[in-house]
């Protein structure tokens, strides 16, 4: 059955560690819950100052920057990115997402279910 | 390696047939171009008065809306969407997106790699 939603709905789960993850939080839109058979759609929402941790995994991600301004940071370099613009970030490679604007940075990461902790 | 890109900046593809598909263009964002090893994330904008084909397939369709007004028809159903809702289609199920409003009408959709046809 076709499933659908307001992200706004959703509940979020909040990672903040006062250190490598600050004032992110991520909405799970689709997923295990929905017994999605492959990958995850998670929006994120990082306050003024906040971030992802600087990390690597196996998985892949595939990101679209919704609202905000941040940072992408990752082995070798940074980028800034805005709405519209969009990031693939191999399994295993580096990477941080860094809210550098004024107000929320607002993105889409999806990624296989086995990135997915609820 | 990291990838970055900017959407407006990906050639578009235009499905319009006159009949099932109208108006309807997509920019994949992460595929297999950046050798993604699982699913594809593509931008889809649809003109006014355009829409996607009422069809199904054996892949999943996982859908953010971004910009404008829509409806997404299934079997036994139809529903309004707009910005920052999104939309879950199991594999097998019957679906279209049509564009209801007055200007365009923008949406990512991923989908496992077997159903990017590129």
Chains 1, 2 share one sequence.
Not at 61 to 70: D, F, N, S, T
């Amino acid at each position: 059955m076709v499933h659908i939603g307001r992200s706004r709905d959703v509940e979020a789960r909040m990672y903040d560690d006062g250190e490598n993850a600050r004032r992110a939080e991520k909405r799970v839109l689709v997923g295990p819950r929905e017994n999605a058979p492959n990958f995850s759609m998670r929006k994120f929402t990082i306050g003024k100052g906040g971030c992802s941790p600087y990390h690597k995994h196996p998985w892949e991600h595939e990101v679209y920057v919704l609202a905000g301004r941040g940072e992408v940071r990752f082995a070798g370099g940074r980028r800034a990115v805005g709405p519209d613009d969009f990031a693939y970030v191999p399994p295993n490679d580096e990477h941080q997402f860094v809210n550098t604007g004024d107000g929320v940075l607002e993105f889409l990461c999806v990624v296989p279910l086995e990135g997915e902790d609820g």
